[in-house]
């Protein structure tokens, strides 16, 4: 399996294309940005999308609410959308709404997660200042809050209405990838899908084999043309390079760790010769170790090289 298979996929950055995506017809009136941070420390909003002109109507189920500006949080396949998360980002909103004076009537909050809230939808339902309703498939209308508030549960949205962020899990519907793969070269003209695409194929790519009629063969000849795709976007190359950067920072990291125990300078050696792919043999010998001891110490920094 190369390192690019092996990375970790980039949720959040899929699903900003995705929005993007979604909102296609409407690109040239909205203005975007990623993490929106707070303040200096962690604290961020993972999209805002603000329009630029204050009168467009957006004819889009989920963003029918839109007002100036729009506050977008999204959690991964693997993440909840839990109480105390609803809370974060209501107060995320307020926060934003102080920092940027903008009116409160002027901000929408939209939460998009792809496990159904359970415990969230009782907990609100059963507070009697607000009322949740699910006004099209998985789009839930909070009311009662200060301002407008929607939650997507994406796995139930539909295809027809909202193809790209429905696709945006794992386990995705083969027909509803195929009509993506389809759909992804005229996108690609207005918005950058690498990173959105990159993360559809790496979490679907077994799944749709299994449950499509393709061949190996048919399977790999589309694997080859999505990777061709995350090249021309430069996306592939974006990626390695972080991925190359955050190993070698984890791998010197643990290498000080085990300098403690085998010399600063052993340590280097074999951490350094590992990255660069240097035969054990090789290494055991330059650092004055048994191959033993360089084959125990590879296995320990394997998940971080």
Not at 168 to 173: F, H, T
Not at 231 to 257: D, I, L, Q, S
Not at 297 to 303: A, G, M, Q, V
Request: hydrophobic content about 40%; overall charge negative; charged content about 30%.
């Amino acid at each position: 399996m190369s390192k690019l298979e092996t990375m970790q996929l980039d949720w959040h950055s899929a699903f900003y294309e995705a929005i993007q995506a979604e909102l296609l017809e409407y690109l040239p009136h909205l203005r975007f940005q990623q993490e929106y941070h707070l303040n200096d420390q962690p604290l961020r909003i993972d999209a805002i999308i603000i329009k630029a002109e204050a009168g467009i109507e957006i004819k889009k189920n989920f963003a029918e609410n839109f007002r100036g500006h729009n506050i977008i949080e999204f959690k991964s396949p693997d993440d909840s959308l839990t109480v105390s998360g609803y809370i974060k980002a209501i107060g995320y909103a307020c926060i934003y709404q102080a920092i940027e004076r903008v009116n409160y009537n002027d901000i929408t909050l939209t939460l998009v997660c792809t496990k159904h809230p359970r415990k969230l939808l009782k907990d609100l339902n059963e507070n009697k200042l607000f009322r949740v309703e699910e006004k099209y498939p998985g789009i839930y209308v909070v009311e009662g809050e200060r301002f407008p508030v929607r939650i997507i549960e994406s796995k139930r949205l539909t295809a027809e209405d909202n193809l790209w962020l429905k696709c945006l899990r794992k386990e995705a519907d083969w027909p509803d990838l195929e009509k993506v793969l389809q759909l992804s070269a005229k996108a690609q003209e207005q918005v950058n899908l690498g990173a959105y695409l990159y993360a559809l194929l790496s979490a679907n790519r077994e799944y749709a084999l299994e449950g499509s009629k393709m061949s190996k063969k048919e399977m790999k000849e589309i694997q080859e043309m999505w990777e061709t795709l995350m090249v021309r976007t430069g996306y592939k190359e974006r990626v390695m390079a972080e991925g190359e950067a955050k190993g070698e920072a984890r791998g010197e990291a643990r290498g000080a760790a085990l300098g403690k125990s085998l010399g600063v300078s052993s340590a280097l050696t074999i951490v350094k010769g590992l990255q660069k792919n240097i035969p054990l043999t090789q290494l055991a010998e330059e650092s004055g170790m048994s191959l033993g001891e360089v084959e125990k110490i590879r296995s320990e920094l394997l998940p971080v090289m």
